[in-house]
Nanobody, 126 residues
């Protein structure tokens, strides 16, 4: 089981940037995929980005493609989400997640991720 702790959220103006961090502990393996999801009040949890722990291939939601970048530091057991050109609609609580053996077609499904952090709030003011 992997434990996850997010940090880096906050209040930013439209067009600004934030970098979220996710610290991992516990057992990690080459079969893990790491994901960032977000959830706004009254809405379902939404896929943002994912990266494979081994190899580093990435996938993004269309809504963030070209603005957000997911990355990892395997030596430090860290996953990052660099968010640029932020918009008010990016306002949500952002969650880091980990899952094993997730096939490509299911990267966007929260149910495929078995470990979750507590989340960090991102608020973008207009």
């Amino acid at each position: 089981q992997v434990q996850l702790v997010e940090s880096g959220g906050g209040l930013v103006q439209t067009g600004g940037s934030l970098r979220l961090s996710c610290a991992l502990s516990g057992r990690t393996s080459s079969s893990h995929a790491m994901g960032w999801f977000r959830q706004a009040p009254g809405q379902e949890r939404e896929f943002v980005a994912t990266i494979r722990w081994s190899g580093g291939s990435t996938r993004y939601a269309d809504s963030v493609k070209g603005r957000f970048t997911i990355s990892k530091d395997t030596a430090k057991l860290m996953v990052y989400l660099q968010m640029n050109s932020l918009k008010p609609e990016d306002t949500a609580r952002y969650y880091c997640a980990a899952g094993e053996r997730i096939i490509f077609s299911e990267y966007h499904r929260p149910s495929r991720y078995t470990s979750w952090g507590q989340g960090t709030q991102v608020t973008v003011s207009s």
